[in-house]
């Protein structure tokens, strides 16, 4: 799979992510559905701790990602709903080191949301990838 950056602009490149990718050559894609910060049995961990909540969403996306045969590496398009912008924004360094551990900065959209599936969760995301 080739991954060629489209940045029209360069201001979303110091948030992490990419306007665009062209994506070519890709063979297989999944689809993630939203990952949050819950154990192996649903139950939501970290109450009140977005840093906390974010950093367990990507723990599980990765796990998600190796069961697939894939990594960070191989995301090309982000989806996060965080019931707090501001707050998840104060922590999206946590995103920075996972995904710049990996070289990759997908393109993503952040939205804010009133609330998500489980009560007590703040925090989403939703991937797609592709190798």
Same mark, same amino acid.
């Given at each position: 799979?080739?991954? *060629?950056?489209?940045?029209?602009? &360069?201001?979303? +490149?110091?948030?992490?992510?990419?306007?665009?990718? #062209?994506?070519?050559?890709?063979? @297989?894609?999944?689809?993630?559905? !939203? =990952? *949050?910060? #819950? &154990?192996?049995? %649903?139950?939501?961990?970290?109450?009140? &701790?977005?840093?906390?909540?974010?950093? +367990?969403?990507?723990?599980?996306?990765?796990?998600? +990602? *190796?069961?697939?045969?894939?990594?960070?590496?191989?995301?090309? @398009?982000?989806?996060?709903?965080?019931? &707090?912008?501001?707050?998840?924004?104060?922590?999206?360094?946590?995103?920075?080191?996972?995904? !710049?551990?990996? =070289?990759?900065?997908?393109?993503? *959209? +952040? #939205? %804010? #949301?009133?609330?998500?599936?489980?009560? !007590?969760?703040?925090?989403?995301?939703?991937?797609?990838?592709?190798?």
């Amino acid at each position: 799979m080739q991954r *060629t950056a489209v940045n029209p602009w &360069d201001w979303s +490149l110091k948030l992490g992510y990419n306007q665009a990718e #062209v994506i070519q050559g890709a063979t @297989r894609q999944v689809i993630c559905a !939203g =990952q *949050t910060a #819950v &154990d192996a049995n %649903g139950n939501p961990q970290h109450p009140g &701790d977005m840093r906390g909540q974010i950093g +367990l969403a990507l723990e599980n996306l990765e796990a998600v +990602l *190796t069961s697939a045969g894939m990594d960070l590496s191989n995301v090309t @398009r982000l989806g996060i709903y965080a019931t &707090d912008v501001d707050e998840a924004l104060k922590n999206f360094d946590v995103l920075g080191q996972r995904f !710049g551990a990996a =070289q990759s900065a997908p393109p993503m *959209t +952040l #939205v %804010g #949301v009133t609330r998500l599936a489980i009560p !007590g969760l703040l925090f989403e995301i939703e991937a797609t990838a592709c190798d």
